[in-house]
């Protein structure tokens, strides 16, 4: 039962995001589909790169045509038209006066073009997920990961046969980077989230974009560690402007609003998980799964002590400092108790399991399931949040969702 | 005569007659047509004198009055044009130049004033569009490809500011864009960048054959294009091996380093001398070397003087940030105290890079070799 994992995920590991959608001749996308833009502008580099800059200029003309507020379209565009009166040196080789007027702007966009580029020049491996996703249930349809050092945010489908990369997209961060501890100090927190509910963009101010995929920071784990803030979001980008700098938000991860949109109708509220991290560590799925092999060992024998009844033993697999919506362990252990008399003795089953691991100075699980006893039709979808101390996971959280 | 730069500076100068091998049999015959007779050539500049002199409700009328009876007269349609420009009815000029696009297609002096007239309503999209028909249809027309340089560096800034989110209201000026002022002018009409043409009638100058012109300077593969995902095949940037006149050479006449012919008499090698002290005075800015380099016999073009030609020459070469003129394949023969430099000339100043063939004929003036004609083309 435990088992249903990440097996086979076959991830593509192809040279742009867009191209990796389809692997029949694809279709033309329409202009306003998500990717498109970073597409059209990777193609440029590209003919450019090719020293094709009449055909590269059409391309940018076009371009800016469609999307005058894309500034590094129109950064590239008016490099190409300069390049047709003299050689370029640089991105953005426009006259020191005009650099001057707004130098960090000029440095913003030339920053965006690179980690776009990088982020599509170095692929992740073929196959190869991002190393916290150790097993993700069936329930969760999709997973989005973002790679903060790459301002790259990527949406997997979770198939049967595993997670398979579908898209991935620039985005921005906060202004003050990442590792958020406080309110307002415009750091991106880190961490395994889930989107929590999808804002209606009629209810938000321009700003925001084509909607608003609020996550549940702070977490257990960041409220453990005491940290503060509140309304982190995945949201879209104001009219004026169609991507926004690397490190430009109040904390939210922003994305253009093509992409963003495309996300909003592709995601679960409550069941897809965000992983924000510094820098993703892509591992095989099989890597991954024997990764989760000490701590489904954990999971099963906690489920095999509820099992058992023995209220002394299964209060072993929980941390003194366990805490449950505001009870702590004595005050929670009623419920446990309650819980206990309702299965009496029979076996517990744990249905769609997923576990993400989230490993910083402390090595973490957040852990979800379906509690069932043998018998009853139904029972709690839980969540719990386990910490290893020395080789022994420990439950610091567990509530019902 | 009709140097590279004289054929920026004589707008109006395109002649056709001498390109027809390279143009639609259509153009052909409108040329035949238009040098049929002289009566014609002698309305148009009956008409051009008024628009002179500022005289345009009369010169209108007369266009009128002449459209009347040869309602397709290219010409004339071309010069109301230019009338309806010069009155301030834009948009009536434009619709004349449109409609002489439609009609006459081959022509590319009404694309290029119709891409001014954009250019000053600052539809710089439209006007960079009219300015690429106007080289689809005559690669070498150095008027259009000059203006289209203008009208890329105007464009680009704009492009700029939007990438850096400024208020593009102060940016930089509009371009001033050069208007050809006839089609096939029998008189040597030329555009009015920046100097007014003065309004005295002057002998038609040589006629002035397109020059070929190189295309656009690439984007090197360490700029932007460090960057792109693709494998990048290094293209070259475009740098000419052969120098024998870069910017910054020495303005003094013959420099050392020139290649001399080993079978050249001394007449020769003077000649040849003097060609590339010209090239290099261009080159550096040096206006007395260059100006120095034209003898006393030298018809400057169109009705200009000596004085107002040298002036105009002043203010074209002084206002360039760049130079680079580079001859190549210079071959030169002599006859007594005359002597013919022929040679491919490179050209590339601000935002122009122009490839043409040049002769200079040059007369001996006591031990002075002396620039007396300036023509493009073989």
């Keep these: ?401 | 005569m009709g140097s590279l730069l004289h054929a920026q500076d004589c707008k109006g100068f395109m002649k056709h007659a001498r390109s027809t091998v390279f143009q639609p049999l259509r153009l052909l015959t409108l040329v035949a047509a238009m040098f049929a007779g002289n009566a014609f050539a002698d309305e148009y500049s009956d008409v051009s004198q008024l628009v002179r002199a500022g005289k345009l409700t009369e010169a209108l009328t007369k266009a009128d009055q002449y459209l009347a009876a040869k309602p397709k007269d290219p010409q004339m349609r071309f010069i109301k044009g230019v009338i309806q420009r010069d009155s301030g009815k834009t948009s009536e000029a434009i619709g004349t130049f449109t409609r002489l696009t439609e009609d006459y297609p081959e022509l590319p002096e009404p694309y290029n004033n119709l891409a001014v007239l954009y250019a000053g309503q600052s539809q710089y999209d439209k006007a960079r569009t009219a300015l690429e028909m106007a080289i689809r249809t005559n690669p070498s027309y150095a008027t259009a490809h000059e203006n289209l340089g203008d009208v890329y560096a105007k464009l680009a800034s704009q492009a700029y500011n939007k990438a850096l989110q400024l208020d593009n209201s102060n940016a930089a000026v509009a371009p001033k864009l050069a208007l050809i002022r006839e089609l096939f002018s029998a008189s040597g009409a030329k555009g009015q960048r920046p100097a007014p043409v003065p309004a005295a009638a002057a002998p038609a100058p040589a006629p002035l054959p397109p020059v070929a012109v190189k295309p656009p300077p690439t984007l090197p593969t360490q700029a932007v294009a460090k960057a792109p995902p693709a494998p990048v095949a290094a293209p070259a940037p475009v740098v000419a091996p052969t120098v024998t006149a870069p910017a910054a050479a020495a303005p003094t006449p013959a420099p050392a380093s020139a290649p001399v012919a080993p079978a050249a008499g001394n007449s020769t090698r003077e000649a040849e001398a003097a060609v590339k002290a010209w090239a290099n005075a261009w080159a550096a800015k040096d206006m007395k070397t260059y100006l120095a380099s034209y003898g006393k016999e030298f018809d400057p073009p169109g009705s200009m003087s000596r004085s107002q030609w040298e002036a105009e020459r002043r203010q074209r070469i002084g206002s360039k940030n760049n130079i680079s003129i580079k001859l190549e394949n210079v071959a030169v023969t002599v006859e007594g105290s005359k002597a013919t430099a022929r040679f491919r000339q490179d050209y590339k100043a601000s935002g122009l890079a122009v490839s043409s063939r040049k002769t200079l004929d040059l007369v001996k003036t006591g031990d002075r070799w002396q620039i007396v004609k300036e023509s493009t083309g073989n």
């Design chain 1, 1 to 401: 039962m435990l088992g249903m994992g990440l097996a086979h995920a076959a991830t593509k590991n192809l040279p742009t995001a867009k191209a990796s959608r389809a692997t029949a001749p694809a279709p033309v996308a329409p202009k306003d589909a998500d990717g498109v833009a970073e597409a059209r502008l990777i193609e440029i580099y590209t003919l450019i790169g090719k020293a094709q800059n009449r055909q590269a200029l059409v391309k940018a003309t076009s371009l800016v045509q469609d999307l005058p507020h894309f500034q590094l379209a129109q950064l590239v565009y008016g490099d190409l038209l300069t390049a047709q009166t003299r050689p370029i040196r640089t991105l953005g080789d426009m006259p020191d006066d005009l650099a001057r007027r707004a130098p960090s702007v000029l440095n913003e966009l030339r920053e965006e073009s690179h980690r776009r580029i990088k982020a599509l020049r170095e692929r992740p491996p073929a196959g190869a997920i991002p190393s916290q996703f150790l097993a993700l249930s069936q329930r969760s349809r999709h997973a989005i990961a973002v790679d903060a050092s790459r301002s790259r945010l990527y949406l997997f489908e979770n198939t049967a046969s595993g997670l398979n990369l579908v898209s991935d997209y620039y985005i921005s961060v906060g202004k003050a980077g990442i590792s958020k501890v406080t309110e307002g100090d415009q750091r991106t927190p880190l961490g395994v989230y889930y989107i929590t509910s999808n804002l209606d963009r009629k209810s938000l101010k321009d700003f925001y974009g084509s909607g608003a995929l609020p996550i549940n920071y702070p977490n257990i784990l960041d409220t453990r560690r005491g940290k503060t803030g509140s309304g982190i979001w995945l949201h879209g980008t104001p009219p004026n402007q169609f991507s926004r700098p690397p490190q430009a938000t109040d904390g939210c991860v922003v994305l253009a609003n093509p992409d963003l949109d495309h996300i909003i109708r592709t995601v679960e509220v409550q069941t897809t998980p965000v992983v924000i991290a510094n820098q993703l560590q892509w591992v095989a799925p099989h890597s991954a799964r024997s990764d989760g092999k000490s701590f489904e060992d954990a999971l099963m024998a906690w489920r095999n002590a509820k099992t058992s009844g023995n209220l002394d033993h299964i209060l072993s697999y929980y941390t003194p400092d366990f805490t449950s919506n505001g009870k702590t362990l004595a005050q929670w252990t009623p419920t446990l108790k309650t819980e206990l008399s309702k299965v009496q003795g029979r076996t517990i089953q744990l249905k769609d399991v997923s576990y993400l691991r989230w490993t910083d100075s402390t090595d973490t699980m957040v852990v979800t399931f379906g509690e069932v006893a043998e018998g009853f039709r139904t029972g709690w979808t839980k969540r719990q949040y386990w910490m290893r101390q020395g080789n022994q996971w420990k439950i610091f959280f567990e509530g019902t969702m």
